[in-house]
């Protein structure tokens, strides 16, 4: 009767969640629909969707016996989950994806086309809602988050300052978006104070927060992926992740991610100092590394039965009105997990558009497809190392 009772209430929740999907762009703060719920609250999110499950007058069929009491989200995912954790090896994918800035510059707030009078005119799913099919199919979705959630006024002398409001990190989340990393130039872009506000509203999101010295684990049908980030400049062009590796293997993650803000802005050819880092990473124990900051993409290097990616471009990027490259790439990652390791990654590459559109940007990335498809994973595999015998696979 139990299993009963939780298949009826998994399919409640699956109905609901496909309405969901249709409504976040039009919403502006969607909770109902996106936020970790339990207990009675549940009933309030049937309410919310009753005729896509069934009609809220319905719940009461879903229940064991009579004045059983309604299962919580978090125990139908607790059994979930005990029903795979103890199987193994099992398939686990990771999609990593490249540069985002929610929000802009104070001069491109006084724009028209900036980022802000999209969010408000479309809604806070609309960003990622070109990319749903790709991160809401995998099992963890990782990006670099590259700018500020803040009320901070004071800013770091530099030439461009990102910020956004806090409830920007529901844009993240409604992306299907689990995890971020924030070692990058722009989390100091309000100081101190802007960085500390920052991880504090990603995490209250529910994001995974990693990078700069804080390290992320993201855990899910027994397997626990460990996550670190550094940013340049790197000291004598090398940085020494092992420390990172052993604390997260420790912690009992089979699949560690390491990534990398470096390179040089708009060059097409990865640079010696960050070959030499993404190599000592590897060697170090991570088990992929991701690499950000030049803002268009460049090539991969396999190495040492893995990959480093050496830039995957920009993603939903608030800092620029009219970008004149507009090619970026999603890599899809397969793990074969055993209780203790995983096996080297499947690599996919997912060629991806910055927007839809020709001129400007609605700032909305989407699948690249047909021959533009072919033409971005070829650009890369140009400018790629030891990649003669890449087959590139579906997703």
Not at 295 to 312: M, P, R, T
Request: aromatic share 10%; glycine share 10%.
């Amino acid at each position: 009767m139990k299993r009963r009772v939780l298949l009826a209430f998994l399919l409640m929740m699956t109905a609901a969640s496909v309405c969901a999907a249709q409504m976040n762009y039009d919403l502006m703060s969607p909770y109902l629909i996106y936020t970790q719920l339990g207990g009675e609250e549940i009933l309030e999110l049937i309410d919310v969707h009753g005729d896509a499950a069934g009609g809220a007058e319905d719940a009461g069929d879903v229940s064991a016996d009579d004045g059983a009491e309604m299962i919580s989200l978090e125990e139908l995912a607790q059994a979930e989950e005990a029903l795979e954790a103890d199987v193994w090896p099992k398939t686990f994918t990771i999609t990593v994806a490249g540069d985002t800035t929610l929000g802009s510059t104070d001069d491109l707030r006084k724009r028209d086309d900036c980022f802000e009078n999209v969010a408000q005119e479309k809604g806070y799913g609309w960003f990622f809602s070109g990319l749903t099919s790709l991160f809401g199919s995998d099992d963890l979705t990782l990006i670099n988050f590259e700018g500020t959630l803040t009320e901070e006024t004071t800013k770091t002398q530099k030439k461009f300052n990102f910020k956004g409001p806090a409830d920007y990190a529901d844009i993240v989340t409604l992306g299907e978006v689990e995890a971020v990393n924030i070692a990058n130039n722009h989390i100091i872009d309000y100081g101190d104070q802007g960085k500390a506000d920052t991880i504090a509203n990603l995490e209250a999101a529910g994001l995974i927060v990693s990078g700069g010295g804080l390290l992320g684990i993201f855990e899910k049908n027994g397997v626990k992926v460990g996550m670190t980030g550094y940013c340049f400049p790197y000291k004598d062009s090398k940085k020494d992740i092992s420390a990172d590796v052993k604390a997260l293997r420790e912690a009992g993650c089979q699949i560690v991610v390491a990534t990398f803000h470096w390179g040089s802005e708009y060059q097409a050819d990865f640079t010696a100092e960050q070959r030499s880092i993404g190599r000592a990473a590897l060697k170090a124990g991570a088990d992929i590394v991701v690499g950000h900051h030049p803002h268009i993409v460049q090539g991969i290097e396999a190495y040492n039965d893995s990959y480093i990616l050496y830039s995957l471009g920009n993603l939903v990027f608030g800092g620029n009105v009219d970008p004149d490259d507009r090619d970026a790439y999603a890599a899809r990652l397969t793990f074969t997990v055993y209780e203790d390791h995983a096996d080297a990654p499947e690599l996919t590459i997912v060629p991806l558009r910055l927007t839809e559109l020709e001129k400007g940007t609605d700032y909305r990335p989407v699948l690249a497809e047909g021959e533009e498809a072919d033409r971005i994973v070829s650009r890369i595999l140009k400018k790629s190392y030891n990649m003669s015998d890449f087959v590139n696979g579906t997703w």
